[in-house]
């Protein structure tokens, strides 16, 4: 997610993470906004960019019929009134469910394909796409990927995350224009041959020297982090290039931003 340089002081050339006339650190909205609104649907996704965040992150299945869904578990029991795996279910089967995890007031909201999400996005906005399904270790799975984020006017724009670096590495392999994004619960250095790090945030304690090592290669951090309010003056001291948050009409409060809705 690359762009022009700006009027602002700006980081080291070649970072990854750039979105043209936002404001670092940018606010990343975990599965949206997840308080107000159940999570990983349209009206989720929607508040969150009312709020002012920046990046829209959400998890990636794949349905039986071969269509990218966001949704965060394997199985539909938490979130849906449906029971079984999302990957045993076509496009129409899981749209035939409410995903208003258990909340009466959100029951007519579905599980939304990508392009729906993406269709959401103002042009200066952006998306992380965690992926969570062992599909994704075809490269096959990854060109498809990138070539409907490229045919969605989005692939400059999004940023492919996750836990394994097996399905980062094959996503890469099928879609090399897409950067990778890894998230990490264990390791205290910036791992080489992506990104985006996305490390828990504690490892930032181990080694306050870690966003230094990222910028310094061109990579961009953004800490596992979903209740960062707290924390925002140590990941705004350290340099992070974003963070994520459950909330992020609190967490655009708090770094003293105003809010898109009126």
Partial sequence: MKSPSSGRAQPPPGLSLSLPGRTKPYVMAHR???VACPENTLASFRRA????????????HVSSDGVFVCIHDATLERTTDGRGRVEEKTLAGLKALSASCGRPDFAAERIPALA??????????????ELKS??????????????????????GRSVAISFSRARLDATRLGAPGLPSGWITLKEPRPA????????????????????????GRGQAVAPLDPRPDSRLWLYRLLGCDAVLTDDPEKTVRQLGRGLSRT
């Fill in 32 to 34: 949206g906004n997840r």
């Fill in 49 to 60: 960019l009312e709020d002012g965040a920046d990046l829209l992150e959400t998890d990636l």
């Fill in 116 to 129: 729906e999400v993406a269709a959401l996005l103002p042009p200066d906005r952006g998306l992380a796409l």
């Fill in 134 to 155: 062992d599909r994704f270790l075809d490269p096959e799975v990854g060109r498809r990927l990138g070539d409907e984020l490229s045919a969605l006017g989005v692939l």
């Fill in 192 to 215: 080489r041959g992506v990104e985006l790090l996305g490390p828990f945030w504690p490892l930032l304690l181990v080694n306050p020297l870690y966003v230094v090592l990222a910028h």
